[in-house]
């Protein structure tokens, strides 16, 4: 079975399997809503992982979202992902350094060791839910 990343269906099936025809697949690419792996011979493949996201695309185009709104949705959603990323980083270094010096005597700042300062936590999930 493939992994979700490899990128192995040609461009009509993928476009049967999206619902779609394969002009809408290029006027996608074109857009930069999508962008299928390339062969050495300029064939374009698509993987798992693209086919969820033109799912994603058709989900919100039959709400009514333009393609430049659907752009920048998928635009939002990858900075959210890679600054929740960021965030579970800077956590976890957080977390390592609390751990180092949790032993150590309080500091010349007053601040005790193991102390969060004033940390907000992660809400997780998407909140909003059409």
């Given amino acids: 079975m493939a ?6 269906y ?15 697949l290029r006027i996608y690419e074109r857009k930069g809503l999508i962008e299928p792996f390339r062969t050495p ?3 374009r493949r698509y ?9 994603l695309i058709q ?26 990323g960021q965030v579970e980083r800077l956590r976890r270094l957080l977390g390592e350094a609390e751990a180092r010096y949790a ?8 601040m005790q060791p193991g102390s969060r300062r004033n ?7 998407f909140p909003f839910r059409p």
Avoid: C, F, K
Avoid at 10 to 24: C, D, K, R
Avoid at 47 to 55: I, T, Y
Avoid at 69 to 81: K, S, Y
């Fill in 3 to 8: 992994r979700r990343t490899e990128a192995v």
């Fill in 10 to 24: 040609i461009i009509s099936v993928a476009a049967e399997l999206a619902g779609v025809h394969p002009q809408t």
């Fill in 41 to 43: 011979g300029g064939t």
């Fill in 47 to 55: 993987s798992d992982e693209d086919l969820a996201r033109l799912g």
């Fill in 59 to 84: 989900e919100l185009t039959a709400a009514g979202v333009n393609l430049e709104g659907v752009r920048r949705i998928l635009a939002l959603q990858h900075e959210n992902l890679r600054l929740r």
């Fill in 103 to 110: 032993g150590a005597p309080p500091s010349s700042s007053g």
């Fill in 119 to 125: 940390l907000p936590d992660i809400i997780r999930g």
